[in-house]
């Protein structure tokens, strides 16, 4: 938990704070000091055009960050909406809405991706866009679960017979009760929706080579791993790993809180 | 089970024309058009005219529902239309590619639920012990890592540096004829990946499973008949705490297909997920919506097998209830 805390926030500073410190440019090619090993003056070694891969890490991190936070909210935003609208109206609507929920759902994510980014050719918003489309399916199933227990509850009977709109229900009671659960989602799906940018990017179906997320350094790495470099592949990579571990621990403390008893559920 | 396998089937059909229907919906919407993607760059010194009757030619000056429905009625009868980047019949692209992917898919599924019992049975044998905490944290890290990240680090590895395995492809380029042994060592890292992607999920269900299963009484009870710790563990928490995992067996397909679509692309697999990279990359609508048909259709027959398995290992479910 604390180590969680502690990643996140090093991560956070690091993407906020380096761009604007670092004088040198990332993309500033030094090709006297290509594909130079790990070394103190360079911890991560240099790519095959001689730019620092530590620092082109930090920027792929903050890329492929701002897609995945602008993409789970996206996708919350949606879920939410449809969860909540299925939950509370109930009948005939509900199960309309959670049969389209189904049959989106079994369209493979990548897949669905894919072919979402190859018919509006890649780019930022494309994938922003195609990641947001496929994971807003949980959201929406776990806020619906959540709005059909809670309809049970006595204090939406009181304000219902104290004449309160179903409107207005929903929002004053329905929807700040959901909330924790939807914020919750929303933390698990970032780092969701980073491996997705990354996948796509990496098939060169994501974002342009020059706005560099991780994907891309894997894929651009791909030429000196063949010659041999490894450290080019390597650290994008863990890169991913550490903040998926990182937001995966977090909101693990986080679920612990808003729902004891089911703690011994594995969070995937 | 006949009767439920049936009516799944039944269930099954109107996901599929959904579905179907969605992809032509979603081309209409976008910016692709298929006129330009047939005449290639030919279609830029051309006149509004040639390109209007080849629009005409095309059919695609109807809208996109007539459109899905002409397509709809030919797949039916076998017909999927033409793959312009394979300049082959669709069907004959998907028919020549789906047996590799799904020897890929198959070996790889074995691999993954036979270590990842074993794995998991190791550490819920002893909760907290150094096994269990070793075999838990590399799942956590496993189950974050990108898998063409693991798949490009597995070439480094075992094909460079070690030099033991090949780095991809179907068989060595000096071989003209693709004979079984040849085969057989290109599968070993590409499986061996693919296996390794969906081994930590496996094995974090088996463990909990098995976890549960030994805090309850029907272990107790074998304990206190005096059974011995293997029959204890294999013939009781196994059996009870495998149950629910076996279920989610089938419902793992769509993650299998996405590990197979990177795996494929990083060792050139010739195989249908391969393909439909190919497929996306050069905008090839024919082939992207049969392989994304081809895709659901594969998830609602995982969902089907996760049903019937279901029924068919837990005595308490009755196939005339589902």
């Known amino acids: 938990m604390r180590v969680s805390v502690a990643l996140v926030g090093g991560i956070v500073l690091a993407v906020l704070l380096v761009p604007p410190l670092v004088q040198l440019d990332q993309q500033a090619v030094d090709l006297g000091a290509k594909l130079l090993p790990p070394s103190w003056s360079h911890p991560f070694g240099t790519d095959d055009l001689g730019r620092d891969l530590l620092l082109r890490c930090i920027y792929g991190l903050r890329v492929s960050l701002l897609v995945g936070v602008a993409a789970a909210l996206t996708a919350t935003v949606i879920g939410t909406a449809v969860g909540a609208t299925a939950g509370a109206l109930g009948g005939w609507v509900d199960r309309g809405v959670m049969r389209v929920v189904d049959t989106v759902a079994s369209v493979p994510h990548l897949l669905l991706g894919i072919f979402i980014v190859a018919m509006f050719r890649p780019g930022l918003w494309p994938v922003v866009v195609s990641v947001a489309l496929t994971h807003w399916l949980s959201t929406a199933r776990i806020v619906r679960a959540e709005v059909l227990s809670l309809r049970s509850h006595p204090y939406i009977d009181a304000a219902v017979s104290g004449g309160a709109s179903r409107w207005r229900v929903a929002v004053r009671h329905l929807l700040p009760a959901v909330l924790p659960q939807a914020a919750l989602a929303a933390a698990l799906m970032v780092p969701h929706a980073m491996w997705h940018e990354s996948a796509l990017s990496f098939l060169g179906l994501g974002l342009p080579t020059h706005m560099a997320s991780l994907g891309n350094l894997i894929q651009d790495a791909r030429g000196s791993l063949l010659a041999g470099q490894w450290w080019p592949t390597l650290f994008p990579g863990l890169f991913i790993i550490v903040p998926t571990l990182a937001i995966a621990g977090l909101a693990g403390a986080w679920r612990e809180r808003i729902n004891p008893r089911r703690r011994s559920e594995l969070m995937l | ?322």
């Open chain 2, 1 to 322: 089970m006949a009767r439920l396998a049936g009516r799944r089937l039944l269930f099954a059909a109107p996901v599929l024309l959904v579905v179907t229907f969605g992809v032509f919906a979603i081309a209409a919407a976008s910016p692709f058009d298929p006129v330009k993607a047939y005449a290639g760059t030919a279609a830029l010194g051309a006149d509004t005219e040639t390109l209007e009757r080849l629009r005409e030619n095309l059919g695609v000056d109807q809208p996109f529902t007539s459109r899905w429905w002409h397509w709809l009625t030919s797949a039916l009868g076998g017909d999927l239309g033409q793959s312009s980047v394979m300049r082959q019949p669709v069907s004959q692209v998907i028919g020549e590619r789906l047996v590799w992917s799904s020897l890929l898919c198959a070996v790889a599924f074995v691999v993954a639920v036979l270590t990842g019992t074993v794995l998991g049975v190791l550490a819920a044998r002893r909760p907290g012990s150094v096994v269990d905490r070793v075999v838990t944290s590399l799942a956590y890290s496993l189950e974050a890592a990108p898998v063409f990240w693991l798949a490009l680090l597995a070439v480094w590895l075992f094909a460079l540096q070690l030099g033991v395995l090949p780095a991809g492809g179907l068989t060595d380029t000096a071989s003209e004829r693709v004979t079984p042994s040849q085969v057989a060592s290109h599968l070993v890292l590409p499986a061996g990946v693919l296996a390794v992607s969906q081994l930590p999920w496996f094995t974090l269900y088996v463990r909990q499973g098995v976890g549960d299963a030994l805090a309850e009484d029907p272990v107790r009870g074998a304990r206190a008949r005096g059974l011995s710790e293997r029959t204890v563990l294999l013939g009781h928490a196994l059996r009870s705490g495998l149950l629910p995992v076996l279920t989610l067996v089938g419902s793992r397909v769509p993650e299998l297909i996405t590990g197979a679509l990177l795996v494929e692309s990083v060792f050139s697999w010739p195989g249908i997920a391969a393909a439909t990279v190919e497929a996306a990359t050069a905008v090839d609508f024919p082939l992207l919506a049969a392989l994304t048909t081809l895709a659901t259709a594969a998830v609602l027959v995982g969902n089907l097998f996760a049903d019937l398995l279901y029924g068919l290992f837990d005595p308490r479910v009755k196939f005339s209830d589902m």
